[in-house]
């Protein structure tokens, strides 16, 4: 019998609570990792159960994850009315109760597919926000039958970077994200391997790469990231040494294939597959590589979603991006447990890592603010540092590494500055897990401090208890760039404040985002008081009243 985690039962219930309570289109946000479809398939028993006549429509983007989940219901369920629909697979079962479906195979087979009360859609960040592509029309047509059928999505990126949040907007798909599951507390739990990273000498400049829609142009991309390929592998080489199963992202079908020939150079066992690789090739390399038979597998933006591969422990990034959603996808190819695997080492040649800051804790603004953070970051944000001595990434305002236990030179901060803020390497836990509580108010004032500039001092409310963050504009250095990053993320316009007074003075006009949650941990430094290390933002635009 298998036995869900405690997780993947509330993420159930908090779906079933939502539509017990008039909710319409809910979003589940689940690490990569914790069994998605594990949930879906508990999910569509328990449904089927107990409304008989319920036809249930489950949607895909891959057939790898068509059988994935099909497979899934079967183990929970044998006798489950399920059929297939996807062409990949040879498979056009269209009278079942429960069918699940690759929606290339399906999107223009609504009348063959006939009523569906439920829809459910995993990887559901793929679905577009305005109204068209495949997922649209389908729900369009599959409407015309059935007008008040349901949505769920299930995720573990809640957002794109065309759009923002998918739970934000008034031409959103889904109206809440009713239970959120991620990395950092997989990994606290024990349900997921921990991650390190190491910063490599060897980075591809994108300072004159183009950008298109906020993301890079997909040539000159490949171009820069060729020029440094000979130099990152010597270092993926180097680091690898102790590690039995290298995934590496390429910035191209052509960088995948060099990238691919310079480390069998150096004697290591290593095949590409990209969107070019014919179907029965790509399944031999895949199946070989899950076997262990190959020791590194480069690609081009086809592994990132719906692929399963556990032993993976090593990730290395040789395709820089500005979506938030891509980077938290690579990474979380290795986040998987597996026998004998410790951990997994993140090298990043793409300057992922530094741009988007922890894949634990990454926060996207609502939709239409000018942070530039609706799913995509600047090209040149810094969130973390590197330790002279080990070389892996540490949060910018560290005291010491945690892989070594090197220590950099104390410096002055405002007096009771949060330690651990969100700019830190591949991961921000530490030994106590965070805990996520709802803000109810918050309130910006002048901290005064003898012999030092002022600074800001931002209060959050939370039921009986109240948090704090300092901003300290006028200090300079890492504490200014810090206050100026906290400005842009929740939703601040530029020019940034130059002053205590006009931050002040922009706050009380309206201009910031006040936090829906943040996440909140003990000072590693005085236990008395806390650490903000993870918001979260409301849908609605504008400051929450």
Not at 78 to 98: E, F, M, T, V
Request: proline share 5%.
């Amino acid at each position: 019998m298998i036995q869900l985690r405690p997780y993947q039962s509330e993420a159930i219930q908090a779906v079933l609570d939502f539509w017990q309570t008039g909710g319409g289109n809910p979003l589940v946000d689940l690490a990569t990792g914790t069994g998605k479809s594990l949930v879906i398939a508990e999910l569509t028993k328990g449904l089927l159960n107990t409304f008989p006549t319920l036809r249930v429509l489950m949607l895909v983007h891959v057939r790898e994850l068509v059988e994935q989940n099909f497979t899934a219901v079967l183990k929970l369920w044998p006798d489950a009315p399920i059929g297939l629909y996807s062409a990949g697979l040879g498979k056009r079962d269209a009278h079942h109760r429960i069918t699940f479906a690759s929606i290339q195979s399906v999107y223009r087979k609504a009348a063959a597919l006939g009523r569906r009360d439920l829809i459910l859609i995993d990887e559901a960040h793929l679905v577009p926000s305005a109204g068209n592509g495949m997922y649209r029309k389908l729900l369009e047509d599959l409407r015309s039958v059935t007008p008040d059928l349901r949505v769920a999505g299930f995720t573990a990126t809640p957002y794109r970077l065309d759009s923002g949040r998918l739970d934000d907007g008034s031409d959103r798909l889904f109206d809440k994200t009713v239970y959120s599951y991620g990395i950092g507390e997989g990994i606290a739990d024990g349900y997921l391997s921990p991650l390190i990273s190491k910063a490599s000498a060897t980075e591809i400049d994108v300072s004159n790469v183009q950008r298109r829609g906020g993301e890079f142009v997909a040539g000159a991309l490949e171009t820069a990231a060729d020029k440094v390929t000979i130099e990152a592998v010597r270092e993926l080489v180097r680091f690898g040494e102790n590690r039995r199963s290298w995934l590496v992202f390429c910035s191209g079908v052509g960088n995948a294939a060099r990238t691919r020939d310079a480390i069998k150079a150096h004697g290591i066992s290593c095949e590409m597959v990209s969107g070019e690789t014919p179907t029965g090739e790509r399944d031999s390399i895949i199946r070989r590589f899950k076997a262990g038979q190959i020791r590194c597998l480069t690609n081009a933006q086809v592994l990132t979603t719906g692929f399963d591969a556990p032993q993976v422990d090593l990730v290395a990034m040789l395709r820089p991006t500005l979506s938030t959603s891509l980077y938290v996808q690579i990474v979380g190819r290795g986040t998987r447990l597996a026998q004998g695997k410790e951990n997994c080492l993140v090298l990043d040649f793409a300057g992922n890592v530094r741009r988007h800051g922890p894949v634990d804790a990454v926060s996207v603004m609502p939709k239409g603010k000018s942070s530039g953070d609706d799913g995509k970051v600047a090209v040149d944000s810094v969130r973390a540092k590197e330790c002279p001595q080990c070389q892996s990434l540490a949060a910018l305002n560290a005291s010491s590494c945690k892989v070594c236990g090197h220590e950099w030179p104390r410096e002055e901060k405002p007096k009771h500055q949060a330690e651990a803020e969100s700019e830190v390497g591949i991961l921000s836990t530490e030994a106590v897990p965070p805990q996520m509580v709802p803000v109810v108010d918050w309130r910006f004032d002048r901290h005064e401090k003898i012999g030092s500039p002022d600074s800001v001092r931002v209060t959050y409310f939370a039921g009986l208890n109240s948090y704090y963050e300092w901003l300290a504009f006028e200090w300079g250095g890492n504490w200014r760039q810090r206050a100026c990053q906290w400005w842009i993320n929740h939703g601040g316009a530029t020019p940034l404040p130059k002053s205590t007074s006009e931050a002040l003075e922009r706050w009380e006009g309206g201009e910031l985002t006040m936090p829906a949650t943040i996440s909140v941990r003990p000072s590693l430094k005085n236990r008395k008081y806390f650490d903000v290390v993870g918001r979260s933002f409301p849908a609605a635009n504008g400051r929450a009243a």
